[in-house]
């Protein structure tokens, strides 16, 4: 005879083993992604002696700012964070407008060539920058745009694909009989769009913002195309110029890839829902 | 017009709920035609500035890579038809090679673990456990974090004589290693870094598709008996094969696009060891201005890329399950 409540029993102590060995894994690798910034950090405060003292500080012996002032009295910190802010700025609001549009239209409207047009969108998502670079190059060029923000701000409003992807998704979830009834109630579809659909797309707007803004002050293959004044370069660009100032200078880039990091850190702990849910929209639908 | 207006104003509010309900109230004798036209050619608007950069941003440089391929061009004077003289020339191309090489290296070695690392961390988030939201928001932090920021930050760790990692190996007995200045540990060092930095995006995707999967089989097969294991190898897999296609196709992708970490931590080094086809395109188009040949070699990658795409998406109905 099989006892119900031993089997109980036994399940119940096997799960709270399993518990306990998640969470040391889960402890474990936690530190792990956590450790190396918490290094950038402390690195960031220590002068060029302590690093390279053996066996290393794990905690700087003077917690001073002495790093992080010359570098911003060294080079146009504030100019670079400026430059990433505006680029990434324009840029999030050309994609959260050419994809909500392009979205609402795939989701909503009807219209000749729909399907067709969502698997473009679809297999374009598929095709990586690095392959459209050289001819995106020449086209700036020819338009006179290398050296400005123009390229790295303009296509945005364009529309991306996989913004559009994340839009055409959440749109689909509102009941078309909302769109049907006010259409037939007389109004138009740009009226639909902006005073019913809009508004109800707020947190599908965040998230393509949030993914949109990380992505473009993060980027650095694109600047480095376009932009060669050091003062017009975005904060992630600047940054990668820096490592060639002297291989040794280790507080010091690590004080500057603090203020990289800062601004982005700080809304992340306000809003990590956000970025999780937007940089994985895809997969969440799939 | 007015009673639109007020309409469409509540609407915000009411709409999700309402739906058909308002529609039967508000239907009228429908003018067919007409407001089909009307709708589509509002479509074709909206989608205006999606077409544009269709044509500008996406399939339009594709081609013109494909064309520029077929030329030598410097950008200073005009280019001229080579036919397949870069083709030609890549595939004779020793750097052209160890590019190849070590882009497939990169993607056979980080993108299997890259998964089974997503997937058996996820597998333990997916347990209703208290705090696990905060591992969630820790292990997805260096995937927002700035590639050059992080690159830099490794390369600092790496460092064979004051890295923080050698030291840490010391700890337990381990030789120094020379991490990014041996050319045979170099691409390894990349590797792990890249993993570092991408698990937390895949364990979010996985954690995903977990949580789409029904409690009650879990439960059955657990009163039946079945293991943790076998519950993770009958249930959990099968059932996560859709989410591991995906995952698995966006991780191959991205892949072989590697370039940041390569041109921040080694540029390509020691000896050409972490060069890769995105470092080979961008060297030749931005440093040496062959505009052709580094369009042969972006043509070769989105070619590549598309075979791949091709054969995963064909390979699919072998092993992942619908439901």
Redesign the interface.
């Given at each position: 005879m099989r006892n119900p409540g031993a089997?109980m029993n036994s399940?119940i102590s096997?799960r709270r083993l399993?518990?306990r060995l998640?969470?040391a894994?889960?402890v474990a690798?936690?530190l792990?992604?956590?450790f190396?910034?918490l290094?950038?950090l402390t690195?960031s405060f220590k002068d060029m002696g302590e690093?390279?003292?053996?066996?290393?500080t794990l905690f700087p012996r003077h917690l001073d700012l002495t790093n992080y002032r010359d570098i911003w009295h060294e080079y146009p910190m504030a100019q670079f964070l400026w430059n990433g802010f505006v680029i990434a700025s324009l840029s999030t609001l050309g994609t959260l407008?050419?994809c909500s549009?392009?979205g609402?239209?795939?989701a909503q409207?009807?219209?000749?060539g729909?399907a067709l047009?969502f698997l473009?969108?679809l297999c374009?998502i598929?095709?990586?920058y690095?392959?459209?670079?050289?001819?995106?190059?020449?086209?700036m060029?020819t338009l006179g745009w290398i050296d400005s923000f123009k390229p790295l701000i303009v296509?945005a409003?364009?529309?991306s694909?996989y913004g559009?992807f994340l839009m055409r998704q959440f749109f689909l979830g509102?009941?078309r009989?909302?769109k049907?009834?006010?259409?037939?109630?007389?109004?138009?579809?740009?009226?639909?769009?902006w005073?019913?659909f809009l508004?109800?797309s707020k947190p599908a707007l965040t998230a393509l913002g949030i993914v949109s803004f990380?992505t473009s002050?993060?980027d650095?293959?694109a600047p480095?195309?376009f932009i060669t004044t050091f003062e017009k370069m975005p904060i992630?660009?600047a940054?990668?110029f820096?490592?060639g100032q002297g291989e040794a200078l280790?507080p010091w880039?690590?004080a500057a890839?603090?203020i990289?990091?800062l601004p982005?850190m700080v809304v992340?702990l306000a809003a990590?829902r956000w970025?999780?849910e937007g940089?994985?929209f895809?997969?969440?639908k799939? | 017009?007015s009673?639109?207006?007020h309409?469409?104003?509540d609407?915000?509010r009411l709409?999700?709920a309402?739906?058909?309900a308002?529609?039967t109230?508000?239907?009228?004798p429908?003018r067919l035609g007409s407001?089909?036209v009307?709708?589509?050619a509002?479509?074709?608007l909206?989608?205006t500035?999606?077409f544009?950069?269709?044509l500008?941003?996406?399939?339009?440089?594709?081609l013109?890579?494909l064309a520029?391929s077929f030329s030598t061009w410097d950008?200073l004077s005009p280019p001229r038809f080579v036919g397949l003289a870069n083709y030609r020339e890549m595939f004779a191309d020793r750097l052209f090679l160890i590019a190849l090489k070590n882009t497939v290296y990169f993607t056979v070695v980080s993108v299997p673990l890259t998964l089974l690392l997503a997937l058996g961390?996820a597998a333990?988030?997916n347990?209703k456990?208290r705090g696990i939201s905060v591992?969630?928001?820790?292990?997805?932090?260096?995937?927002?974090?700035?590639?050059?920021?992080?690159s830099?930050?490794?390369?600092?760790?790496y460092?064979p004589?004051?890295g923080?990692i050698n030291?840490a190996l010391a700890q337990v007995g381990i030789p120094k290693v020379k991490w990014l200045v041996d050319p045979t540990t170099a691409m390894p060092s990349i590797i792990l870094m890249t993993i570092?930095r991408s698990?937390?995006?895949n364990i979010?995707?996985f954690l995903?598709?977990l949580q789409s999967i029904p409690k009650d089989l879990y439960e059955a097969a657990?009163?039946d008996?079945a293991g943790?294991w076998d519950r993770f190898r009958q249930i959990t897999v099968p059932l996560l094969t859709?989410?591991i296609f995906?995952?698995g196709?966006?991780a191959l992708?991205s892949s072989?696009?590697v370039?940041?970490q390569t041109?921040?931590m080694t540029q390509g080094g020691p000896g050409n060891a972490t060069l890769t086809l995105?470092y080979l395109?961008?060297q030749n188009?931005?440093t040496y201005l062959r505009?052709g040949y580094?369009?042969a070699l972006?043509?070769f990658?989105?070619a590549m890329?598309?075979v791949i795409?091709v054969i995963q998406v064909r390979l699919q109905t072998r092993w992942v399950h619908y439901a």
């Open positions: 089997d399940i096997r399993g518990d998640t969470y894994v889960l690798g936690g792990l992604m956590i190396p910034f290094w950038m690195t690093v390279r003292m053996w066996p290393p407008i050419s549009l392009a609402f239209a795939l409207l009807n219209f000749p729909r047009l473009v969108v374009t598929l095709l990586p690095q392959v459209r670079m050289v001819p995106i190059f020449i086209e060029a296509p409003f364009f529309g694909a559009i509102i009941p009989d909302l049907e009834a006010a259409i037939l109630d007389g109004a138009s579809p740009f009226a639909v769009f005073q019913i508004p109800l990380v002050w993060n650095l293959l480095m195309i992630a660009l940054l990668s820096f490592k280790w880039l690590m890839s603090v990289s990091m982005l992340y990590q970025f999780i940089l994985t895809t997969g969440l799939q | 017009m009673t639109a207006q309409w469409t104003s609407a915000a709409a999700p309402v739906g058909g308002v529609e109230a508000f239907a009228r429908r407001n089909r009307r709708e589509a509002w479509a074709y909206f989608l500035p999606f544009l950069g269709l500008f941003f996406i399939l339009g440089p594709v013109a890579a520029i950008l961390l333990m988030m347990r456990l591992f969630r928001a820790i292990f997805f932090f260096p995937v927002t974090a700035s590639i050059v920021a992080v830099l930050l490794w390369a600092w760790m460092t004589d004051f923080i030291y570092w698990l937390g995006f979010v995707v995903a598709g657990e009163l008996g943790s859709p989410t995906f995952a196709i966006m992708i072989f696009q370039f940041e041109y921040i995105v395109i961008f188009g931005f505009m580094a369009s972006s043509f990658l989105f890329l598309f795409t």
